[in-house]
């Protein structure tokens, strides 16, 4: 089952925080984030697993709350480079990984000088 | 870097004619995915693989099937291609997560299919 991201649009002028949330109606094992450049492949950013391990690129803050299966991922001080789709990908608690992932719509991140 | 490449990358078919995308790693990586990428739609998981000859349906695998006769490869089949599935398609691998490993999924550069 898809997970909801919002906002679905972001803009930001540089040095600005943003948070872009993830939400499930399903128990989760894992909420992955990836930044997508256009034209290019999705890149992994972080992966949070349920027991609270964290994965991932220093410079990126994200959370995930498993009683409410949410995640949200921070950036803070924009940077240009930071523009780009964000999704969020999940996989359901089967007793583990099922290794199904599902991804959000995304949420589009316009940093501007 | 784990070593993943899709072929063809760009393809113009015309509708009824069988197409097949075919994903190659370079490591021996177990569980591998096809994605498939649309305006609005975000990333939506076709088929994937966790072995040999062991593959399951994602979302949206109507029209779509998939093989994996050896480890490094998993291809992507249209039976009968449709406009409907004129869409960007990504293969990736899934890292491991033991250790340093973060277990993510590692995309190829994508195959772009038009179907007329």
New interface residues.
């Given amino acids: 089952q898809q997970p909801v991201q919002s906002p679905q649009a972001v803009i930001l002028r540089e040095g600005e925080d943003a948070v872009i949330n993830c939400s499930s109606s399903k128990a989760l094992y894992s909420v992955h984030w990836y930044r997508q450049k256009h034209g290019e492949a999705p890149v992994f950013l972080m992966i949070l697993l349920k027991g609270g391990e964290q994965k991932g690129h220093e410079k990126i803050s994200a959370s995930f709350n498993e009683k409410k299966q949410q995640s949200s991922l921070y950036l803070t001080a924009s940077q240009l480079s930071y523009s780009g789709t964000y999704f969020c990908g999940t996989e359901m608690d089967s007793g583990g990984s099922n290794y199904k992932l599902t991804f959000g719509k995304g949420t589009l991140l316009t940093v501007n000088p | 870097d784990a070593g993943i490449t899709q072929s063809p990358r760009h393809k113009v078919t015309e509708t009824g004619t069988p197409v097949t995308l075919r994903c190659h790693q370079t490591e021996n990586h177990r569980?591998m995915?096809w994605?498939r990428q649309d305006p609005?739609?975000?990333?939506?998981?076709i088929h994937?693989s966790?072995g040999v000859k062991d593959t399951?349906k994602?979302?949206v695998s109507d029209g779509y099937s998939v093989s994996r006769s050896k480890t490094e490869d998993f291809l992507l089949t249209l039976e009968s291609a449709t406009s409907s599935q004129t869409s960007v398609y990504?293969c990736a691998i899934?890292l491991g997560?033991a250790g340093p490993?973060?277990?993510?999924?590692?995309?190829?550069?994508?195959s772009r299919l038009t179907v007329l």
């Fill in positions: 569980y995915y994605y609005g739609h975000g990333l939506r998981l994937y966790y399951d994602g979302e990504f899934r997560l490993d973060t277990g993510e999924l590692f995309f190829g550069e994508g």
